[in-house]
């Protein structure tokens, strides 16, 4: 064994631990469960007694089975404004200075000053991370965000978990809704009705509020709908382009303050007792807040505090009493009085669900907000209610109805903990359960001893019932907001602790894979400079600059989103100065204008792959260049070009291995490949339009060929294992023996990315092998004649770099970003019709991975082998092979160290959940497998070779 | 101020500097690019940022001239080559050096594009003005001297330096000029080839202070 491979293996284990407590810091880690909340689950709970009782005297709702609670209102108007700023509603002597943007939606300040009792406005407060989609996710589920919802569906970003339009939907509610498309990517199959216009032209303001404004008007006088959900995108675009102290911000905000007098004037003329909106909310609301600069995402109190108003059609009185009303209050510019409630995004789908009399959201951990569920009291029939408390009816009523309610909803919330608990991995620890359960348990000893039978026996008193209730009501609130306090320590706040741990670990590996490499080095003599002695060499500068200003680059967002770009100009400027040194030796001038001509045909593709992210992420055609040619010509050559390209491949290979080792093993490889390719090509022909094979495999189905490709690059893997374990080399001379196995590794696997990427697979492999061949070639550049000894020993960084930035490249030319929807989900089903897991999981690692991490990484000897010896002495090539695996998994922890440093600095950052948290995990996850792949490589390349082939040490 | 010869055997052929001479060619070159700015900004009332291909061009245009007439002053073998062929060397070595450029800069992922060509050409030229053709005109076809300033950075005579320095400057300007490209402020100088520009003038004004620097340095040890 060589020397040194231990050190891969520390390095894998110290990086796994680095990332497992890094993530387990950083990932908020929240299990999204399948169950669904049922009408009769309620049943189960102690809250529902009420139902036989009270259902006689029911008379509002006869033909309405009453579900969790009493509906309270029957149509709901949700208008919601997205960015919308609380002190774009609330009035400016809120805050401490007037600015340009306050006082711009008058209505609604009119409407909460003039009848406070059925209009109310609120400050919403949003859990981060506040983007349109988490949040449109917390609205309706109740819960707080997940990062990686394990039960997602392959890219669809459709929500599973239970929500409010779920509910809706089982409830026969029919829901119409307009405006932003994220609703229906959500909720693919919730609507009843829908009108999605496109969200993602931030500079484009009025088309999605124009959409909205064509279609709300006409749907209020129409009555085929029970909910409708209107999303106005104008606020945000306009905050997002111009930022919020700007003309167009005003504009969008004076034509909202027009829309919803439409709107109000609509509803409120047909308000009338029998009217199309008797028992009608109106609830206008932001999802988010924003900054001043228009950025969001964040949890800054610009963020998160957006504003909710919310108005009933019904004459209300004030029906809450003042321990529960958390309102403040202030006067607004006319010195008239207005009051502000403050909600939890959280409360919002329970709240609505409480009010529309449907089941709460299963995952949901809201709390009823009294305030809101006031406005829904004009409803109840106060007639109806005979108690005891003439004096107070609408007191009485409005207390039991929501001391029930919130019954049902400490309930419905315990029963997800607890399932919750006993269903996920990371789970609430012990102590944290046992203490909401002391409280659950306290508050529903008190409700079935005392409330309950308060309730159930009229006769008693005011006196007695309603401090009873007021106490009932204030342990269910202390249950519920400990819940909420538990659950948001839990899942949403990152625990920095565990994250600095993590990337201190990662530090200290970094440390010691340097201290490993010097240790190496010396063990072997090698140095980086030509003359031999220990200095520093400027190819080691050189790959030090390149690698510390890849790695700064990760700190900007805007960086990581170009990481393809950035690559390919580095790897251009690796290029420039291989040229440049290779015309100062008057050699090789060739290659390295092959390379540069290759980086410019990768920054090509890169660029076309880029911009097809950006527009859509619909694959038409495999190949991305040439999506733009759509005649037929073009689609001939697109047909032909990639078997032609697979056949040169076979031929190179073939080459290849005759040159190194024409026998032996190595040749039924080969053979084995050739087989592959001929059948990728047939799996082409019968796919392509252009020869009429389909019949052919009519009977065995198109997935057979992929899975003999599979089960060929299985068995030759096969082959080269027992090979290595049973069969003892012939000595051969020893770089021979490395690039014949190289070249058998690399042939073994090519075979199955090939087809996994599809028709560009071909033509990758072939700009991966010209460009490795460059580099390979280029690293000799410097080699004289004159001081063979030192050459012989001297170890140039660059090189490796360059194949590790091209390695990069090559992930991004293969059509992947680093985003979930970058991973060719398509590729996964190359051979299989359904889905199971562990293979297509298998299927899609080598997808993504196969161009940028395995097949360099097996390639890497090439680099070792095909270096130029001088005829005075032998080089320690496995010595040398070892300090190339080490430098490169160096290079790539490097970085991936950058990611992870860059990701906590950015952890509140907008765009931590759509940009950074996705690079991270791409990232982590090649570390680890380049690791696991260093460490299997160095035991195929390292063991069983004879020794003295390999290890002659100069003189 | 009139040239003296070089004592060296090789190199006794061309003209050599000295170092108030340096100094008046750098301080013109200087004076001349500050010129351009301010006519742009006072006469058309245009800047980089607003109208990079005009003032681009009006930077190589009005520069062209000064360049080649005081480099060709400093051709090597000024005895088999006339005035007016070194010139004609500079001229010629104009667009050639811009093609050079404009293929290094797409390979290092310049835009591409119809609407990008005349900024592209511009630019180019204005690069292939500040490092190839000083070059051509002093050193013409002579392979090795091309090598040995561009590949070897060996310059040797304050004519070398005078090449050398601001060519590689310019360049290295413009690669670190690159780098804001992709960030997100959507600032209008963002946009190709504005801020690789001003990165390469930067570059180019630093180096012509360095260049000037070495050659004073260089005499200094020389005078001792």
Redesign the interface.
Known sequence: MGKGIWVHWVMMLLHVVAILIFTRGFLLTRTELPNYSKCDDVSQSPCFFEDQDHKPHNHSHPNQKVCWSKPAIDRLVVIVFDALRFDFVAPSTFFQEKKPWMNKLQLIQQLAATNASSARIFKAIADPPTTSLQRLKGLTTGGLPTFIDVGNSFGAPAIVEDNLLHQLAQNGKRVVMMGDDTWTQLFPNHFDKSFPYPSFNVRDLDTVDNGCIDHLLPFLHREDWDVLIAHFLGVDHAGHIFGVDSGQMIEKLEQYNTVLQNVVEALESQSAPGGLHENTLLLVMGDHGQTVNGDHGGGTAEEVETSMFALSFKNLPSSIPAEFDTSFCGLDLDNRNICISSIQQLDFAVTISALLGIPFPFGSIGRVNPQLYALGAGTWNFEDSVGNCQNQPKLDEWMRNYVNVLCTNSWQVKRYIDIYSASSVIGFSHEDLLHIGNIYAKAEERWSHTTKKLLLHKKESCNELLPALKRQIEEYSAFLASVAELARSKWTEFNLKLMGAGLGIMVVSLIIHFLAIKKVKEQYGFSFTSSGDSGISLGLIFACFVGVIRACSFLSNSFILEEGKVACFLLATTGFVKLRSSVMKKKMISEAFVFLLLVTICRFTIQVGLSKHASSSEFVSAYPLWMLGITSLWNFVAEVLPVLALILLAFLLHKAITRSSPEGIWKYIIMGTHLSYILIAMHWAVESNLLNLAWVLKDVGSNCIPRLVYAIGLGQLLLLAINQLFIKQKSLEGSKILSAKAVAMFSVWSSTVIILLGKQGPFIALVFIIGGYCIMRLDNVELDGKDGGSWNLMLDPVPVTQWSLFAVCLFFCTGHWCAFDGLRYGAAFTGFDEFIVVPQAILLTMDTYGFSLILPILGLPFLVACRGQTEKGKQPILGRLSLVYMIYGLIVATSVTATILCVTIHRRHLMVWGLFAPKFVFDVAGLILTDSFICLASLYYFSRVEDHALYDPIK | MKPKKSKMGVRASSISVSTSEALVVHLTIGLGLALCFSVAHNVHFINLTSHPSQVLGLIWAFQCPTVILLYSRYRKDPERCSYWKAVGRGVLGLPAGAVVNAL?A????AP?GIQYLPKTINWSLMMSLFTIVPAASVFGSSWTDW?RI???TKPIDPVDFMICLPAHGVVVGA?FG?WPV???WERPWQEWPICVSYGAIAGYLVSLVASFGFILVRQHVKGD
């Open positions: 290094g797409i390979a290092l992922g591409v090598q561009f590949a070897c690669w690159a992709p960030l997100d």
